[in-house]
Structure formats: C-alpha cells, structure tokens
C-alpha cells in the first residue's frame, strides 16, 4: 500500500498530492460566508466557526471580504495597520498584514483594499497570486466573510471558493432574500450547490422549517442542491459577546449558540474535500482575477 502510495506520488508534484491524514484536511478548504440580507449574523458565523475549527485541530484564516466595513477587526477589537493595497504597491508581503486575533487565528484584512481589483495590472495580479503560494501550506481552512446581497465582489468569491454558506434567519424577507442569491448565482454562473445554516432560531424545528420552505423552493424552480449545515440558536450571549469585542466561543463557551457553533465545526471537518484544484486558495484568487475582469 506504502509502496503504492509512492509509486503515485512519483507522478505527481508533491504539492498536488497529499495523502490523507487521519482527521486531516488534506488541502486548505475554501469556504464563502455569504447571504442575502444583511445583518443576519455572517461575521459571528465566521469568527465562532473559525475559532470553534482552531479549537478541533485545525490551523484557520479569515478573509475579510467585506468592503463596506471592516466586520472582523470591529468584532475582535483589533485594529489592522496594513491591508491588500499595501501588498498591492509594494510596500508589504501578504505575510505581513495578516493580523492575529484570539487563539492565533489569522485574518487577511482585505476590506479597504479590494475595492479596485477589476482594474488590477498583470504586475499586481502576480503579486498577489505569488504571495498566496506561501500561505496555501499553512493553513487547513479559509473562511470568507463577504459583503451581504449580490454585488459583483460579493458573487466573484461565492463562484471562487469550495463552498457556499448560506446564512439565513427566520425572517420573510431573510428567506426571500436567500432564495434571489442563490437563484442569481445559478441563473447567471451555473452555481448548482450551497449550504445553508440557519441562524436565530428558538428551536431545531424552526430551523427545520425554514430549511424546509428554502430546499422546496431551489428544487422546484432551480435544480440546485441545498444542503442543510445545521443552526446556531439565538442566544443574548452573542450580542453580549460583541459588546466586549469577543467571540461568543470565548466568551461564553458553554453557552447554546457556542455548543451549536462547536457541533457545526465537526461537521464541516467531516465535509469532503473537493476534487483539485477547487479549493486551493491560489486557485481561489485566480478565479476570482479571473470573473472580475469578465
Ligand atoms: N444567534 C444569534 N442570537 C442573537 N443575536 C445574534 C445572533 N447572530 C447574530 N446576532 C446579532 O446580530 C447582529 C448582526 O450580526 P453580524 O454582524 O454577524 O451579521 P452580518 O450578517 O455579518 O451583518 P452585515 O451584513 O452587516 O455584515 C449582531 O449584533 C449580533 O449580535
Ligand atoms: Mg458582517
């Protein structure tokens, strides 16, 4: 089997193969945090999530993709001195600006340097997609916490990552809101798979319900695949979490919403890792350069 394993490597670059680990993710897993509505919880999803797989093994980077406001740093109370247009010009390595929040978990703040990446030079685009080529190694998982709605940036790195998360609450105009990204991604780009967490339920049954009323509607007019994540309760532990710029993980790590957010990390480990290159984070900036200059 050993020998088997590196008769197959002998063909591949090492960095394309890796053998499975157990309980590893074999290459860094892209994820976008997406939804519809603003407000229903996306940057709580990604900074609990992130932290809850740091707690399970795992080593975990977050993009901040959100142009309009810096939502990670504001959660954690950190305050990054350098982002993407530093690395852009010249100025820093990507390494550098990564900022370092709780547990050591590492963000990308690419908030206020994003916004022109249509009208990137070639020059630019190499330095990003070379600065990239480092981090890939060192991380299991990117989690991207994106703008809400439909924007172009916003639907550029839903098509780039692995994964689409869905969040949605249980209010109408959540669910509708849902329903029009996703049948948009579909429609216009083919995008024919998501997940969906359902966040600020009092219960799993309305979880359940809302999964339920969403999974009828993508099957019945849009043959996409809905798959359900799980939820997160709603819980005052949260917002009394983001009063003191802490993570709800952290702060009140026994509380409902931070078992849910613990439950939800083992799953996603459990997730597949999808076929190469989909996934990698060089290809996911790739793609993204790519979509960005259609
Ligand atoms: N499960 C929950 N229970 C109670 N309050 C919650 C829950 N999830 C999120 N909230 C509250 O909802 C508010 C919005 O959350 P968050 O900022 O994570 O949403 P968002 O989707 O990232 O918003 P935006 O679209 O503006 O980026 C926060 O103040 C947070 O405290
Ligand atoms: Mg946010």
């Not at 954690?76 to 982002?83: D, T």
């Not at 997160?232 to 709800?248: E, H, M, T």
């Amino acid at each position: 089997m050993a020998q088997k394993q590196c008769m197959e490597a002998e063909k591949y670059p090492s960095k394309v193969i890796k053998f499975p680990q157990k309980g590893k993710v074999e290459r860094c897993k892209v994820i976008a945090v997406t939804s519809g509505k603003g407000g229903v919880g996306k940057t709580n999803v990604v900074v609990n999530l992130a932290l809850a797989l740091i707690e399970l093994g795992k080593r975990v980077m977050i993009l901040d993709a959100d142009l309009a406001l810096a939502n990670i740093d504001v959660l954690l109370g950190l305050v990054p001195k350098f982002n993407l247009q530093h690395v852009l010009t010249g100025q820093k390595k990507l390494s550098d600006i990564l900022v370092e929040g709780p547990r050591g978990i590492k963000i990308l703040p690419a908030s206020s340097g994003i916004m022109e990446m249509a009208q990137l030079t070639e020059s630019q685009k190499l330095i990003l997609l070379n600065g990239l080529d480092g981090l890939e190694e060192e991380f299991d998982l990117l989690l991207i916490d994106t703008a809400a709605g439909v924007s172009s940036n916003v639907v550029y790195f839903n098509l780039a990552a692995e994964d689409i998360l869905v969040i949605v609450s249980p209010e109408p105009t959540a669910i509708t809101d849902a329903y029009a990204l996703m049948k948009i991604l579909f429609t216009r780009y083919q995008e024919k798979s998501f997940r969906l967490l359902v966040n600020s339920v009092h219960d799993s049954r309305e979880a359940d319900e809302v999964y339920r009323r969403l999974s009828l509607a993508t099957e019945r007019f849009l043959q996409i695949s809905l798959d359900y994540l799980g939820y997160i309760p709603l819980d005052d532990n949260i917002p009394r979490a983001v009063k003191q710029q802490r993570a709800v993980v952290e702060a009140y790590p026994y509380s409902q919403a931070s078992r849910s957010f613990f439950q939800i990390a083992r799953s996603i480990c459990q997730l597949p890792p999808a076929p190469f290159p989909k996934g990698n984070i060089q290809f996911m900036w790739q793609k993204w350069l790519e979509c960005s200059q259609k």
